[in-house]
């Protein structure tokens, strides 16, 4: 798997565990939706920590890779927040929603899930 989306995927898991985020997930969803190709889920356990992770992906992302996310969805009450980069999708959640909204359930097809050692972490 080398692509734009490869490096790109790697900075998001690099900034995610940078701000020591738990469980993240990649999402092949290509051939699922037609609005993105990949969809990153991840647990923060405080608003606070959920917030820097965002920040983390969007700094890092920013700096490294010359990409703006064209929304950030969550950041005034964060149990949940949503960061969208056009071929990706990154899910910020504290525990709870992320067990409620189970997007993982919703989403994980014939093994599109992406091992996170295929990724330079």
Known sequence: MTSPETKDLEIILQALNEKKGEDPVVLDVRAQTPYTDYMVIATGHSERQLVAMADEVEERL????KKKPITVEGLNHPRWILMDFDDIVVHIFAPDERGYYDLEGL???????IPLDR???
């Open 119 to 121: 990724f330079s972490l």
């Open 107 to 113: 989403w994980t097809r014939n093994d599109n899930r």
């Open 62 to 65: 920013r700096k490294e890779a």
